[in-house]
C-alpha cells in the first residue's frame, strides 16, 4: 500500500525566516504534486514535480523531488503572513493512473 | 473557460438517507475523480471515471457509487449515510496523462 508521510504536520514560524516541509512516500513514483488549502476551501495547485531531480520555484516557494530517496521538499524563504496555510503532497498511485495518494498536510501559520 | 464546478455547496442530510453530489469537469478533461476530505486530513481517494466507466476504486465501502455521463460529467451518490461520511467531497477532472484540476467541493454534513 502507497504511503504518504509529511513532515512537520504543523509548523508556526515568525515572518522572515526559512524553513523545509517533507515528504516521504513509500513506493516508487516519478509523479509528485504540490497543493495548497485556506481554510474551508478547495486544493490549489501549487507545482507539479515529473522527474528525478525536477525542481521548480514560484516566488517565496520551492520545491524539489528525489525519486531514488523517494523524498519531495517544499522550501518556504522569507515567510510572509499570506503564506499560512495547509500544504499537501500528493502522489500518483502508479504513474499514468492519476489517482493521487495525499500526505497528511502541514498546517503552517506565519506569526506576524 | 470554467474550472472544475460542483453543485450543491453544501448540504446537511440525516443518518440513513442518500445523497447525490454533481461535478462538471473543466472543458477538455475527459477523467473525473472523487475525493473524500475529513475535517484535519488529506484527501482520500474514492474512484475515478473515464468513458462512463468506473476506472479505479479507493477503499470505500459499496454505499459509495459513481456515474459518469456521456458529457463527462459525474455524480457521486451515497446511500445509508452515516455521521462518518461527513467531509468535503471534492471532484477532480484531468485531460489524458495530464494533472488534475480540483473542483471546490462540497460540504456535506450528515446529523
Redesign the interface.
Known sequence: ELKVEQNPLFLSMQEGKNYTIYCNYSTTSDRLYWYRQDPGKSLESLFVLLSNGAVKQEGRLMASLDTKARLSTLHITAAVHDLSATYFCAVDWSSGTYKYIFGTGTRLKVLA | DAGVTQSPTHLIKTRGQQVTLRCSPKSGHD?V?W?QQALG?????IF?YYEEEER?R?NFPDRFSGHQFPNYSSELNVNALLLGDSALY?C?S?AP?N???????T?LTVL
Open positions: 477523467t475523480s475525493y486530513q488529506g484527501p482520500q481517494f475515478q479505479q479507493g471534492l477532480a484531468s496523462y494533472e488534475q484540476f480540483f473542483g471546490p467541493g460540504r
